[in-house]
T-cell receptor, first 113, second 114 residues
Framework: AQSVSQHNHHVILSEAASLELGCNYS??????LFWYVQYPGQHLQLLLK??????LVKGIKGFEAEFIKSKFSFNLRKPSVQWSDTAEYFCAVNAGNFNKFYFGSGTKLNVKP | EAQVTQNPRYLITVTGKKLTVTCSQN?????MSWYRQDPGLGLRQIYYSMNVEVTDKGDVPEGYKVSRKEKRNFPLILESPSPNQTSLYFCASSFNGGLNTEAFFGQGTRLTVV
C-alpha cells in the first residue's frame, strides 16, 4: 500500500517565523501531490497542488511547495507565518492507478501572536 | 457555487441504531468517496465510487455501506453503529479520481456513538 508521511505532528511558531513542513510519499510512479489546510472546525481546503511541470508550486496565502522527485518529497513552505495560519495541514498524494487520495497524518500548526 | 454538501453536520446516536449520512455534489463529478478523520491518523478512505452503481472498498470499510444510485449523491450508511465509529467524516468528490484532478471536500459530519 502507498503511504504518505508527515514527520512533524505539532509545530509551534511565533508570528513572522518561517515555516517548512515535511511530506514524503512512497509511490514510485506518476503522482499528483497536494497540500490541504483545515482551519479549526472547518473542512479541508486546497492550498496548492502539483500535477506536472515546474516543481516549485505556489499556492494561496503565500504558501509554496517544492516537489523533489529523487527524494519523494513535497515540502510545504511559507517565509513568514501569521496567527491566521493556525490550522492543521495535510499532505496528500493521488497515485492515479489506484483511484484514491492518500493522506498523511497531518501537522498541527500553532502560531503565537 | 460548486460544493459538496453533507448532512447532518453533527450527530449523536446510540449503539446499534441505523443511520445515514448524506452527501451531494453539484459539479457533475464521477468520483466520490468517504473518509474518516481520527486524531493522529489523518484521513482514511472508507469507500469510493467511480460512477453510478460502481462502488468499492477503501482502507477501512468494515461497518459501513454506501450506494450510488444517482451521480450527485453518495450516502454513507451505518447499519449498526458502534462506539469505535465515533469520528469526523468527510465526503469528497473529484472529476474522475484519476491523475490531474483535485478533490473537493464537504464540511464534515461529526458522529458520536454512545
Amino acid at each position: 500500500a502507498q503511504s504518505v508521511s508527515q514527520h512533524n505532528h505539532h509545530v509551534i511558531l511565533s508570528e513572522a517565523a518561517s515555516l517548512e513542513l515535511g511530506c514524503n510519499y512512497s509511490y514510485g510512479g506518476t503522482v499528483n501531490l497536494f497540500w490541504y489546510v483545515q482551519y479549526p472546525g472547518q473542512h479541508l481546503q486546497l492550498l496548492l497542488k502539483y500535477f506536472s511541470g515546474d516543481p516549485l508550486v505556489k499556492g494561496i496565502k503565500g504558501f509554496e511547495a517544492e516537489f523533489i522527485k529523487s527524494k519523494f518529497s513535497f515540502n510545504l513552505r511559507k517565509p513568514s507565518v501569521q496567527w491566521s495560519d493556525t490550522a492543521e495541514y495535510f499532505c496528500a498524494v493521488n497515485a492515479g492507478n489506484f483511484n484514491k487520495f492518500y493522506f498523511g497524518s497531518g501537522t498541527k500548526l500553532n502560531v503565537k501572536p | 457555487e460548486a460544493q459538496v454538501t453533507q448532512n447532518p453536520r453533527y450527530l449523536i446516536t446510540v449503539t446499534g441504531k441505523k443511520l445515514t449520512v448524506t452527501c451531494s455534489q453539484n459539479m457533475n463529478h464521477e468520483y466520490m468517496s468517504w473518509y474518516r478523520q481520527d486524531p493522529g491518523l489523518g484521513l482514511r478512505q472508507i469507500y469510493y465510487s467511480m460512477n453510478v452503481e460502481v462502488t468499492d472498498k477503501g482502507d477501512v470499510p468494515e461497518g459501513y455501506k454506501v450506494s450510488r444510485k444517482e451521480k450527485r449523491n453518495f450516502p454513507l450508511i451505518l447499519e449498526s453503529p458502534s462506539p469505535n465509529q465515533t469520528s469526523l467524516y468527510f465526503c469528497a468528490s473529484s472529476f474522475n479520481g484519476g491523475l490531474n484532478t483535485e478533490a473537493f471536500f464537504g464540511q464534515g459530519t461529526r458522529l458520536t456513538v454512545v
